[in-house]
C-alpha cells in the first residue's frame, strides 16, 4: 500500500460540485488523497492505478455528500427523542456524510443556567471530536442560549471550539430578548441560529419574522415550519429585508419551503437557501430526508436538481465555513454517487429527482474512505451496477443490511 490511502472513482456519468457558480463540470473521474480530493474531472491511468481502491462509478452521478445542517444530536450515536441508537450511521446510508447540531435540546434533564449550557455544549463538542458513525462527520454542541450569558461565557465557550448558538428554547419572556445574545455570541465569532415558525416542543413559543429580523441571525432555522409555519406574509420579509441564510427541512412545511425557494429565485439569492430535516423530532427519523426535499424542489418547485443538490451541500458548507461540501481539488473527500433506482421510470439520479423520486445511492466516500459501495440499505438498488473495481485492502465495502 502506498504512504497516502488513495481513492480513485472512474467512468463517473455526471460531476455534480455543489457550488452554485458551477453546479456541473465535466469530467469522468474523481482521486482522493487521504481526506482531501486530489483531482477532479480527468487523471491518467498512472494516477488511477496508483490508487488503494478503484470504484467503478458505471456512468452514476457523482456529488459532495449531503450536509444536514439541523440534526439534534444528544451523546453517542442515539436520540432519546426516539429512543433510537444508530441513527446518525443510518443516515450515512441516506447520503449524508456531514450533521450540524442543532442544539442537543433533547438531552434527558436539559440545564437551563449559564453553567449547565456551557458544560452541555462543550460536552457534546468534545463527544464528536473523534467520534465519526458510519464515518459521518457530526459538528455537533450548540450552545441553547439562556438568560444570564454573558460575553465572556461565549468567548469561554468559543476557546472550547464551540461555534454554535441557537435561539429558540430558553426561558426568555420575549423573543425579541434573544436579539443581544444573538449579538454577543457573534462578537465571539459563533454562528447563530434561531427558531423561526410555531412551537415546536412543550414549553417553546413561536418565533415569526419581526423577532428573527430583530435578532438577525446567521440562520433562520426552519423557515418553513418545524413543524409549523410562520404566515405567508413573514417570508418575503426575511427574504427581502434580510441577508439571513433560509434553512428549509423535511420535518417541516412543503409548501412553505416551496415558498421559500420561489422567493429567493426570485431575489436571484438562491445561495441563502439552505436544506435540512429537522430531525429527529416528533416527525421522527429521516435517513432520507434531504434527498426528499431536494426531490420536492426539483419535481414540484421546477428547481434544477444540481442547484438543489447544492442547496444540501456547497451553500451549507458556506454558511457553517465547512470545507466539505463541494467537489474540488482540496476539499474534503466526502462524495456520494447517486443513480436511478432499479425499476423506477428513469433512467439517471437527476431525471430521478425531476421526476420527484428519491435517488438511489450507490457509494459514500468520507475522508477519501469508501463507507460502503454498491447499495446502501435505505434505498432501492441502483440501477448502475456501482462498484469495486479493484482494492488492496482486506475490504469489499458491501453495505451491511
Known sequence: MSALFQTAIVNIGTIITGDLAEPVIAGDTIICRDSSIAIVGTASAADVEACDVIIDAAGAVACPGLIDSHVHITFGDYTPRQKT????????????????????????GRPGDPAGVKALAIAARKCFEHFRPGGMRVHAGAVILEPGLTREDFDELARNCVRLAKAGFGAFASPYDYAPFVRMARESGMITMAHTGGSSIPGSSGIWADPVLAMNPDVSFHVNGGPVAMPDADFPRLVNESAIALQICTAGNLRTALLVARLLEEKEALERLLVATDTPTGSGIMPLGILYTVSHLASLGGMAPEIAIAAATGNNARVYGLNSGIVARGRDADIILLDACAGGATGDALSALRN?????VGAVITDGRPRFVGRSRNTPAPTRSIRVARTTVMNDFAAHH
Not at 441508537?85 to 434527558?108: D, K, N, Q, R
Not at 420527484?356 to 438511489?360: H, M, N, S, T
Request: charged share 10%; glycine share 14%; aromatic share 6%.
Open 85 to 108: 441508537v444508530g441513527f446518525l450511521e443510518s443516515y450515512t446510508h441516506g447520503g449524508i456524510t456531514t450533521a450540524i447540531s442543532a442544539s442537543e435540546v433533547h438531552v434527558p
Open 356 to 360: 420527484g423520486d428519491i435517488a438511489a
